[in-house]
């Protein structure tokens, strides 16, 4: 018999290939074996060659989840899910870790973020904390948003009051802290809330606006007026 012949070589593979199937669970046992008595020796061999082909592994990595496609991405992300579930410890550890070596790069990229694109955000963010905070109720019972605060700041350009300056401030008609008791306590609501100029703002501060208006010689204005009827008739005053 020719050992070198194609016709041997095939018969050859396909009579180990059936022994195997039969035998696998003893080969496996003793792969097994193998692997924890050569423990150490198996990690240094498989990390040296991760090591010289950690190039074509990308490469095979990048194939493959490319040929998957979503159904890659969304198995990917049940497993982290569940990963992450279990070990939340080594997150928390991980997230120190890397704080801590990045330090210098998170403090910038928060400052860009706050002083760049997200710059509007962050303000009405932090403004209306602000305001919930003084108004004493939470997120939750809060009906407006940081969506209403900027549809605010958009439709008012001057102050109402003065009718000079630029409207720059948020301004609660109905003071949401005023220092007279008998007066009654503004809610932190949209119809509540007007845009004005920082010097009317400050000057207002607590009053009533009707009196303060008075007291400065000012029109009361129309949008006052009316947002004072509307609130009337909400039972908020
Ligand atoms: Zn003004």
């Not at 159904?71 to 899910?81: A, E, N, S, V």
């Amino acid at each position: 018999m020719n050992y070198q012949s194609k016709e041997y070589r095939q018969y050859h593979r396909k009579w180990s290939m059936k022994w195997r199937a039969k035998h696998r669970e003893k080969l496996n046992k003793k792969s097994r074996e193998y692997y924890a008595q050569n423990k150490e020796k198996k990690r240094a061999y498989s990390r040296a060659w991760y090591k010289k082909n950690s190039k074509k592994v990308c490469i095979r990595a990048k194939k493959y989840r490319k040929k998957l496609g979503k159904k890659y991405t969304t198995h990917f992300r049940i497993w982290m899910r569940a990963w992450r579930a279990k070990h939340p410890e080594k997150i928390k550890e991980y997230h120190k870790k890397y704080y801590d070596s990045h330090y210098n790069k998170i403090l910038k990229m928060n400052r860009k973020y706050k002083n760049g694109v997200g710059h509007n955000k962050v303000k009405l963010w932090s403004i209306d904390y602000n305001y919930r905070r003084r108004a004493n109720i939470s997120k939750n019972e809060c009906s407006i948003t940081t969506k209403d605060l900027r549809t605010i700041t958009l439709t008012f350009k001057i102050c109402p009051y003065c009718q000079i300056r630029k409207a720059t401030t948020f301004e609660h008609i109905i003071p949401l802290l005023p220092r007279n008791i008998s007066m009654p306590r503004g809610q932190h609501i949209k119809e509540n809330i007007i845009r004005v100029c920082s010097s009317c703002n400050f000057s207002k501060q607590d009053k009533d606006p009707i009196k303060w208006c008075k007291e400065k010689g000012y029109p009361v204005p129309e949008i006052v007026i009316e947002r004072l009827k509307i609130m009337k008739t909400m039972g908020v005053t």
